[in-house]
């Protein structure tokens, strides 16, 4: 049978060609669109092998689709496989270049990673395109954060708050970073800010973010408040019942620190800070039998510096000074500049009225370069 086209005059072949390849391309176009819709819901939804199926189908009709290779990046940086996702945004990128959703997932699989460097020099290329981004901008200033760059960091989040007064993100970030830096009344501000935004639908870290500023600065009652807030939202709070426990311990209410300080052992036994902490008040409160079962409660988990100095503190309490003084020279040795257990070994000989062995003792501290006002107030006082 003679070809149709074969009749008809080249240039009505050519369009006819042209024509058909137009409808090919659309109906590619519109497959690839649909898939890729159908990828980006399957992530949503968590479907996350659906969604891999999709973004691989697309990549079968057309290689290097954009859509596709952030699609699988997205996918593996779901599945924690940071190093994978890596691989595919770094691919789109290659093709195509400034893609900002390839851009935003790259520095969040380096933040993932740690490398926080790495992940605000590719924020950065982002805000080259988009510099009133505010959720970039926070990431950037988590990121200095983390990096411990205090001024940059500060800078973005203030920039946040300039075009988004009372930003969440931004106001959190700076409770933080004021927080890790040790300054402590800068924390509580921009925490209470966060309170009276949403007093009636308070997040329970922001209590608890207001409680440890105020036990840092030593306010322990205002503190406890906090804490007591709180545990009302989640009575097993590990951070509200950590906070209670030691303001109690911080307003020398031993008896009440215990009772936070054993609830946080009904759920995790073995935590061995909390065991020393424990030993610790009842020790303080003059239990030695029982504060002896929680030190060595701590040492059968594993060594425990505090728990055997715990330990020594119970055998100088009971006037065995000489076993207090063998285990306090033994924990010097493993930890030469903790000022504290000079201290208490120069009590130790003070107590036995060898004076001159204690100022020694507290020299010897001195002679590390390592200034303590507690060291040396107690060898002012010897020597007078």
């Given at each position: ?22 409808i ?66 770094s ?19 380096y ?15 982002y ?25 940059k ?14 930003n ?38 922001v ?28 009575s097993?709070n ?6 209670l ?7 020398n ?14 759920k ?16 303080n ?5 029982t ?23 119970i ?22 500049k ?18 001159n ?21 107690l ?6």
């Amino acid at each position: 049978m003679e070809d149709l086209f074969s009749a008809l005059p080249q240039n009505e072949e050519e369009e006819i060609g042209s024509i058909s390849e137009k409808i090919d391309s659309d109906s590619q176009t519109n497959e690839i669109s649909e898939l890729s819709k159908k990828g980006y819901q399957f992530l949503k939804e968590n479907k996350i092998h659906d969604a891999e199926s999709a973004f691989n189908e697309i990549l079968s009709l057309e290689e290097n689709n954009n859509y596709a290779l952030v699609g699988l990046g997205d996918s593996a940086r779901k599945q924690n496989h940071f190093h994978e996702a890596i691989d595919f945004y770094s691919k789109c990128l290659s093709c195509h270049p400034g893609n900002n959703y390839a851009l935003f997932g790259l520095a969040d699989c380096y933040k993932a990673l740690n490398q926080y460097h790495k992940a605000i020099e590719i924020w950065e290329q982002y805000l080259i395109h988009d510099d009133r981004n505010i959720t970039v901008l926070t990431r950037v200033a988590d990121a200095y954060r983390k990096i411990r760059d205090f001024k940059k960091s500060k800078m973005l989040y203030l920039r946040v708050l300039d075009m988004e007064e009372n930003n969440a993100y931004a106001l959190i970030g700076l409770g933080h970073l004021h927080y890790d830096f040790k300054e402590y009344r800068d924390a509580l501000h921009y925490w209470s800010k966060m309170l009276d935004m949403n007093e009636n639908a308070v997040d329970i870290r922001v209590l608890t973010s207001i409680g440890n500023c105020h036990r840092k600065l030593k306010t322990f009652d205002k503190g406890v408040y906090y804490f007591e807030r709180a545990l009302a939202m989640d009575s097993d709070n590990f951070y509200a019942l950590f906070g209670l426990a030691d303001c109690y311990r911080g307003m020398n209410q031993q008896y009440r620190s215990v009772e936070y300080w054993n609830k946080i052992l009904e759920k995790d036994p073995k935590n061995k800070v909390i065991l020393t902490r424990s030993g610790d008040a009842y020790r303080n409160m003059g239990d030695y039998e029982t504060a002896t079962k929680y030190y060595e409660k701590a040492l059968d988990i594993e060594f425990d510096l505090y728990a055997v100095l715990g330990l020594a503190l119970i055998s100088k309490g009971q006037g065995k000074y000489e076993e207090a003084i063998a285990s306090l020279t033994r924990l010097i040795q493993a930890d030469p500049k903790n000022y504290r257990l000079y201290i208490d070994l120069a009590d130790c000989y003070l107590k036995m009225n060898q004076k001159n062995t204690a100022i020694e003792i507290l020299q010897n501290f001195q002679k590390t370069g390592i200034r303590s006002q507690a060291v040396a107030d107690l060898l002012e006082r010897i020597t007078q």
